[in-house]
């Protein structure tokens, strides 16, 4: 393990966009980290980004070899979806802490063999890539929330607006691309879970592909009884916007709009809003692996965990459901395992 | 009926608190208008407010009497709600023009007597005192929509929040005593009518009596497919606070919150918020009545119809009967008569 | 004198624009007011107005014979600038309440001569159009200043910006025509008075005709000490937008913006701003006619006065002054009589 | 000098509270950067610091020491302000590159010496410790200054207010302590040199010591002739507020607020406003020291110059005799070398 003096030895699996973005964060943005080793699909692609990022990482044949090589002390999974599940298993099976992007898994239950595999070793080992909770404005809302200020939480008012998306997207993806994000937060921002889910679909607009639902409203009940409702509207034209309206008991808070100059212009008093999601979030990369090569540093892994992904794995096929069957659909979520308490 | 140069005469039934207002709006505040007849349930107080206000006002017997003063050119409705069928279907059978305060009837039967009588009769005779429409942030949000600045509605996010209401306010009323006004608005702001409605319960408020459900939010899908959320929170603490925000095909308009100084004052960059409906919507009830005066002396009435009064006692119950069942609930509105267009 | 029953009969000397506008506004706009004489320079003019509004007033060969008419119980004077000290003087010493548009007089020594009749006449019977004090805005920020919420005022900024003006509008306009109504307002504001101004001239935009010094900044001391600085520029292209910020000792407090809808749009979270300052501040003639009219009848004026017009005048005197000579030039105001306690 | 493999190493003088937090930065904040040597007036302290901070740096004698240590690359000034002159040329001296905290040197003398020094050397070794244009509220506004949307800036509007200040806090330390971050960013902002200032006095406040002439008003104008007004109120109870609004020929842009959880709470809608000035600016600091390090790891020091400390010391000296004289006072700046270009 990394002492104080020593960065921390990392493998990346898969160098695409996310991958080698991924590989230079921990190379020239973050401290105490170092990249040692990686692989890719296309070994080429790997060894060029090695080249490219100058950092004296060796490129293994595959991701297992990642794992195992001896110099390797934590493992970043950003490969293709459909093989998260597997090199997750192997690092944990190598005892080897392991920051997994999104999904976990493509399934619920290959996101319950982690959680299951996780906790017959004993240890936290596993964060997930959701960096929502890493954003400040989400951070700074979850402080007032939890000072009390605005009492209980009754409701929350969310949208998850994008300008356009590609033909390729399709309307369970409003689910699995988009509303996971908010699947994702604000179970943490509420310390509570999802009970039920229901989906409607409001007048489409004309700016949507044929195939796609576009928006759509996400009908939420937790646990603890706070109704949400998400809007998904991924061709809104105007920006990227990402709203958060908190309803307590005895007053409302609000995700901060990002800050902006303000203009005064052509008979209007305006703030630009984004156009690109990278904009919003991008700062929240950098924040939740440097946690997570902070924790692994300390012997303590503290991010959203294996639990938080099966969580959000189960929310979101339940909201895949609901947008087939127009109905409200329970979760069954399993009660949370006290070791990730 | 009233040329330019001579005021219109107006008979008033009922002088409780919205009546003796109307009564001090019509004889002191708007123009071309005067109050020659009144009448109560009360007769003493009748009188009372015609030497308080010092207006030359005859007190009459009873609301027939006041409709059938030949003096009387219009009649004012501000008697107790379960009266004002009776005495509207009367100014229509006495072909005198009528401005009735909410609701039309107490029934939407008794709503469907009166636009009956109405088309009967041949001529619009009644304005209903859905007073919204009149507001000038509603008037600017629609001239913003009716623009084409934001494409079509596709979603409204609305809410209607109350400090604290007294004990006798029961769940129902979160209908009809509350939600009346956005069945009223959203109609006229959208030029669309409602399909169905659903009702949900988010966990409660520890700030409401215990008979009663707070907050709760109504889901309305409109024929065109527009859907409506009301948040609908009468314990909310903070204030009095009206919002709705229209999410459109290319982008959002939001009613303007009242204007007020900007105070940087102990730590906070602060807006008052009102907690009195009284001051955010007064403006509204002048020129609501200024309009039902100007209309009656050039011939044509245009402000909230019987068939609006009518439309929203029947999106009403169907509320009360989503409020009951937990299901959604079509309206089944007739199709609109060509009267009304 | 007009009881509550009878509207106040008013002569109206001036149908140019400003004059046209109160005329309707009396007649058709306002309560117990009616116009019942006219006159003009061109008294085709004042007759097709008289025609055009639809009104039953006399017209009358020039000023004196409407001041003199038996039946004018007061007067508005809405005539060219320099004929305003005639006809006012007049109206005092025919004992008529007077409402005087801006300039009360052309020269503040006559200004002077008009305070000084009407302090010899004994009662006050003028009252100077300066309509801010009747804008909801300024009068919101005076309950805040008043109320102490933010302590003793120390500081000023504030701004007066107009899109373009024409080229007819020469420097000296920046204080007659433009600074004016800050100079009339911010006393009001206050409760203070001018005791020294400065003017210093920013870098020319080049978007302000040749002979036009554009923006100019003017910096006033009150006698209490407080510091008022004033950015004048009137070809600022953005908007009509005027500002006021007042730093208090524990806090500051902002003029209200106007209430406009919120849009998200184009990649922008905007407000319209006014282009036309008629959309500003055309309520605010409302109010303040209303209010000469209401305090006539009441026998009890108590809008803007003579010395405020003095003391305007007074204060416009030394910024062009300073203008001039680019030195702090004192005003030398006289003590204010007592008569306007 | 330091390669991509290698970390540049730091010696520190002083391990007062800035230097500190330095030191802070560059172990266990900051990329590419280790602090090898420390000194203090101090020494206990110095060690105490490394000590507590878990760093393994050498405690040096004195700053001649530090300075001249051969495994020093880079030195911090982070001592008493009058000693940054010595250490700053000792560093020139021997060829190392110097960040050096406010003041560059206590006098426009000394700072004028550093840069003849740089200059003879032949390159820029000298960062002086002006944060502010590292701050990314700033960058955004001079992004949209320097994108032309506004036009060629003609008046900035600027405040600088703390909630209060200690007894030992004098009139001319307005300038030298607070006004002095402004002069220092106003340059940067416009790419424009200071030509004359003037101090004016409002009314006093009551919250300050009876010593300590607070509020002031600097007004400043550059030598394109724009007009700076530039409010310092360091007792304005309400929060630590730092405003600059720049006013263009078509357009007005203003430095963003913090972004903050909007609340509606209490009958107010609000956001909360810093109170500490560390909250608003550290993470400038660690922006700054980055830039300084990436710098001379690339061998092109681009931060803040010697220069500019030399420029920002010219006009606090005008200020403060502006304030004695209350007249307007020519800064005299001499012309820009070339190097510095």
Redesign the interface.
Known sequence: MAT??TPLKLGVIGTGAIGRDHIRRCS????NSTVVAVTDINLEHAAKVVAEL?I?AEVYADGHAVINAPEVEAILVTSWGPTHEEFVLAAIAAGKPVFCEKPLAVTAEGCRHIVDAEIAYGKRLVQVGFMRPYD??YR??K??IDSG???????L?CAHRNPTVPEQYKTDMAITDTLIHELDVLRWLLADDYKSVQV????????AFAHLKD?Q?V?I?TV????I?V?V?VN????Y?IQCEV?G???????????????????????????DWKDRFIAAYDVELQAFIDGVRAGHINGPSAWDGFAAAVAADACVAAQQSGTIVELGLPARPSFYN
Chains 1, 2, 3, 4 share one sequence.
């Open positions: 104080s003096s020239h943005a973050l401290i100058g004296a400040e404005g700074a809302l402080r007032v200020q605005i009492g209980e939480p009754l409701m008012h409607v679909f409001p007048r489409k607009t004309s700016k928006p409203i009908l009940e603890k009884g706070t109704r409702d809007e509207f809104c034209q105007y920006g916007d309803v008991e005895t007053g409302i808070a609000r995700l901060p709009e990002p800050s902006q100059v303000q203009l005064r212009s052509e008979a209007k008093l305006s703030n630009a809003i984004l156009m």
